[in-house]
């Protein structure tokens, strides 16, 4: 009988371990700040995935959610892709800028393939696209952007997509109430 409260214990352990663990992975993996303003403004074309090159207090300001993403952009120098624009506010307990190292809107480097970023360079110069980040997000206790590739949309474009979304919402609300019958 001695036995068996210290295994029942070790197994209570690790089944709380596994689900602190789940719980761990839960926070690391949310979205930071989305650009709700770029579907409205873009005809988004091509989505990609790029991570970002971040200091120690701007990675603490964006668990905090202390970004503001809707003025951003991405530029091609040097056959490197920056993201300008993104303004990451300065870790409270980390002092002035002077002292932590972090310029709210300095640029920030994204991380992708050299393949991806010829891709994107070559149809942006070809196509005058614009490159708009539509969300930023931890993935694995990584900072990732979503970077789209959008054709800025004229006042009219605007309000085609308005009632094309429109026709759509209606066209779904008559197939629900056929199915309810």
């Not at 988004?44 to 207090?57: K, P």
């Not at 993104?86 to 800028?97: A, F």
């Amino acid at each position: 009988m001695g036995a068996n409260p210290p295994q029942k214990a070790s197994k209570q352990r690790a089944a709380g371990q596994k689900s602190g663990s789940n719980k761990q992975a839960d926070s690391r993996d949310r979205t930071v700040a989305t650009n709700r303003q770029a579907r409205r403004n873009y005809e988004v074309l091509d989505t990609w995935e790029a991570g970002l090159v971040l200091r120690g207090g701007e990675v603490k300001s964006l668990r905090a959610s202390k970004v503001q993403i809707a003025e951003a952009f991405g530029r091609f120098e040097g056959g490197e892709l920056w993201l300008l624009g993104l303004h990451i506010s300065p870790w409270s307990t980390s002092g002035s800028v002077e002292t932590s190292g972090h310029d709210p809107d300095r640029p920030k480097k994204l991380l992708l393939h050299r393949s991806e970023i010829r891709r994107m360079h070559d149809r942006v110069q070809r196509e005058g696209l614009t490159l708009v980040p539509l969300s930023l997000y931890f993935s694995n206790g990584r900072a990732k952007v979503e970077l789209a590739l959008a054709r800025g949309r004229g006042h009219a474009d605007k309000r085609q997509a308005i009632a094309e979304r429109e026709a759509s919402r209606e066209a779904d609300r008559a197939i629900a109430r056929n199915r309810r019958r």
